[in-house]
């Protein structure tokens, strides 16, 4: 009778159109349960963050890639986690995707009926029996990793292991560079990923070495590996929103905080508006949503007579024409004091443009060997290469240039590939959870 019982079931599968052989491979890899969360949250918002970019680009390649056992979950406001309409979240995925290559016309339509669909819906209960079939649940932010006790009832729900991506570390090694509180909120976060996670996957080794001494390291710790992001630069140039080709221009992309040290360029600028006036001067275009503790940044751009027409802030730029920006300049800069990655600089390379940025384990990892390294406190290397880069055909600039003929672009689905591939490795049953921590 068992097995009577088992070919009948086996028979309704395969008259649902599936073989044998394919019901087999479904079963032998787990489902994916893909948190967009942080996507939805930010709908608002005409251009992205680089974990916003994470999160698409996974979204994307497990469309393409994995299709069959994808789906796309968010965390209600109230704290229970929904499985979302495939239609409606593909729709608003390429909804978000247009607005962000620059075509923002009509309604968020999409983005409003996604979140009536995940504000209408009701928790998902904890099955009563074993599932036949894996689940992960990835979490390719760090949103909600704070509240451990919500992200420990999806996975109950779903009986599911967590596999979670880390950007960074710099609440807890730079406090002095983030939100009030911030340290607590992402000490929170990992002790979440200390708690639940199977697999950690960090964008960086410099952002593993910083987060693996707070995670355990026996026989049943998170498995932790280093993917590095991908670029996927615009094909085709938007408008031209870059200066004239007669004005020599530098650009410089991110959020307008502390760590990115926008006050070294701005005290530069002014040297620089005083050594040739403002009509010698090279431009400066800093493009980027303004932040936190950054009203010293703004007052010094807002009132410095030196600065003005010489010195530009930007923000809600389509990718098209940051793209056709960055094509124009002399150089990127990007001073940062910590970063987890450094996304602007692969993706600046990956167009042709120089980079001149901080001297810093990730952006190293992140530009390899073609960019210039210097010390972001060392003001006079910084106007040094500031001045010999503003000639385009000065021999430093035509050297880096050379470098960035040899040097490879980083892909999406290169990175997204070796997640997968981790994820489909992990092994059958989920560790325990570490602490008795999530009730909070």
Not at 98 to 108: I, L, S
Not at 122 to 151: K, Q
Not at 400 to 419: E, K, N, S, Y
Request: proline share 9%; net charge positive.
């Amino acid at each position: 009778m068992p097995a009577a019982a088992g070919r009948r079931r086996a028979g309704r599968y395969r008259s649902a159109g599936a073989c044998g052989a394919c019901w087999s491979h479904r079963m032998s890899h787990p489902e994916l349960l893909l948190d967009i969360t942080r996507l939805m949250r930010r709908a608002r918002h005409a251009t992205p963050t680089g974990i916003d970019r994470v999160e698409m680009a996974h979204a994307d390649y497990l469309g393409r890639h994995a299709a069959g056992r994808l789906v796309y979950t968010a965390m209600h406001p109230c704290g229970w986690h929904v499985r979302l309409p495939a239609a409606a979240t593909r729709r608003f995925l390429d909804d978000t995707a247009r607005r962000w290559r620059g075509d923002r016309t009509g309604p968020r339509l999409a983005a409003w009926r996604l979140w009536a669909a995940l504000c209408l819906s009701w928790p998902r209960l904890p099955r009563p029996w074993p599932s036949a079939r894996r689940a992960v649940y990835l979490l390719l932010s760090h949103t909600n990793l704070e509240r451990p006790a919500a992200v420990a009832r999806a996975l109950a729900a779903e009986q599911a292991r967590l596999a979670c991506l880390v950007h960074d570390a710099i609440p807890l090694t730079h406090p002095e560079f983030a939100r009030a509180g911030m340290a607590d909120v992402h000490r929170r976060r990992m002790e979440t990923v200390d708690a639940l996670a199977d697999l950690v996957v960090c964008n960086s080794r410099a952002t593993l070495q910083a987060i693996a001494g707070r995670l355990p390291r026996g026989p049943h710790g998170a498995r932790l590996m280093v993917a590095p992001l991908g670029v996927a630069p615009p094909r085709a140039p938007g408008a031209d929103a870059g200066p004239s080709p007669g004005a020599p221009c530098f650009v410089m992309l991110g959020t307008i905080e502390p760590r990115k040290n926008h006050m070294l360029l701005l005290q530069l600028w002014q040297r620089l508006v005083a050594q040739a006036g403002p009509a010698g001067a090279p431009r400066l275009r800093i493009v980027g949503r303004s932040g936190w503790e950054n009203a010293h940044i703004l007052n010094l751009l807002a009132r410095s007579p030196a600065l003005r027409g010489v010195v530009t802030l930007t923000h809600g730029m389509a990718d098209r024409d940051v793209a056709t920006l960055l094509r124009c300049a002399r150089a990127l800069l990007m001073p940062s004091l910590a970063e987890g990655f450094g996304l602007p600089v692969a993706e600046a390379l990956a167009l042709g443009v120089p980079v001149i940025a901080s001297d810093l384990p990730a952006l190293r990892e992140a530009g390899g060997d073609a960019p210039e390294y210097l010390d972001p406190l060392d003001g006079p290397a910084w106007l040094r290469a500031i001045h010999d880069y503003t000639d385009a055909a000065a021999p430093r600039r035509r050297a880096q240039l050379a470098r960035i003929a040899a040097w490879r672009a980083p892909g999406w689905d290169d990175h997204c590939r070796m997640v997968l591939d981790a994820i489909d490795r992990l092994p059958d049953t989920a560790r325990p959870p570490t602490e008795a921590n999530l009730a909070n």
